[in-house]
Antibody, heavy 120, light 112 residues
Framework: QVQLQESGPGLVKPSGTLSLTCAVS?????????WSWVRQPPGKGLEWIGE???????NYNPSLKSRVTISVDKSKNQFSLKLSSVTAADTAVYYC?????????????WGQGTLVTVSS | DIVMTQTPLSSPVTLGQPASISCRSS???????????LSWLQQRPGQPPRLLIY???NRFSGVPDRFSGSGAGTDFTLKISRVEAEDVGVYYC?????????FGGGTKVEIK
């Protein structure tokens, strides 16, 4: 069964760049799925950030598009998120997830999430 | 963006009784390919979300059959036939018909 694990700094300074990686195990990142990032501010709802296919094709949320880059590393079976010019509003738990074509583009498997705090 | 509106915000339920959550989208979720990409997720306290239902009414792997989804167009419903203690959490609807993917605000299911 595919498992996802997020990793990266838990604290980022304002105006800095948030960088996270999602390691995929138990399956190949080259499978026919899209690989997504979703975030959840403390005590609030879910926000889709964007997704990437193993070919490198991406889709981003327009509200974040100018600051977001999602990339894939097939050799390491992982994908990454970079969010630039962060502010306190970017403080959230960041999840990686699989967007399964076979499950109607449902987000079928999630990592445990990692809390990123933006603070000086 | 497609706005997803869930009601109620909170649903206190007696164990063993049914629960129902509604989700309305600001525009039709029927994709040009004929599919409706509406899913439901459950988030238990302190846990990541978990996919329950996809394409309106299809249960994901391992999801108990007390969970069911229905609806069409812009109006959708998640039903729990008999609520169990492990069903406590927040439920979200999500649309993947149009970018960006968007979520409802969530409905908290709690035991009376």
């Amino acid at each position: 069964q595919v498992q996802l694990q997020e990793s990266g700094p838990g604290l980022v300074k304002p105006s800095g760049t948030l960088s996270l990686t999602c390691a995929v195990s138990g399956g190949s990142i080259s499978s026919s799925n899209w690989w997504s990032w979703v975030r959840q501010p403390p005590g609030k709802g879910l926000e889709w950030i964007g997704e990437i296919y193993h070919s490198g094709s991406t889709n981003y949320n327009p509200s974040l598009k100018s600051r977001v880059t999602i990339s894939v590393d097939k050799s390491k079976n992982q994908f990454s998120l970079k969010l630039s010019s962060v502010t306190a509003a970017d403080t959230a738990v960041y999840y990686c997830a699989i967007c399964r074509a076979a499950a109607g583009r449902g987000l079928g498997r999630w990592g445990q999430g990692t809390l990123v705090t933006v603070s000086s | 963006d497609i706005v997803m509106t869930q009601t109620p915000l909170s649903s206190p339920v007696t164990l063993g009784q049914p629960a129902s959550i509604s989700c309305r989208s600001s525009q039709s979720l029927v994709h040009s390919d004929g599919n409706t990409y509406l899913s439901w997720l459950q988030q238990r306290p302190g846990q990541p979300p978990r996919l329950l239902i996809y394409k309106i009414s299809n249960r994901f792997s391992g999801v108990p059959d007390r969970f069911s989804g229905s609806g069409a167009g812009t109006d959708f419903t998640l039903k729990i036939s008999r609520v169990e203690a492990e069903d406590v959490g927040v439920y979200y609807c999500m649309q993947a018909t149009q970018f960006p993917l968007t979520f409802g605000g969530g409905t908290k299911v709690e035991i009376k």
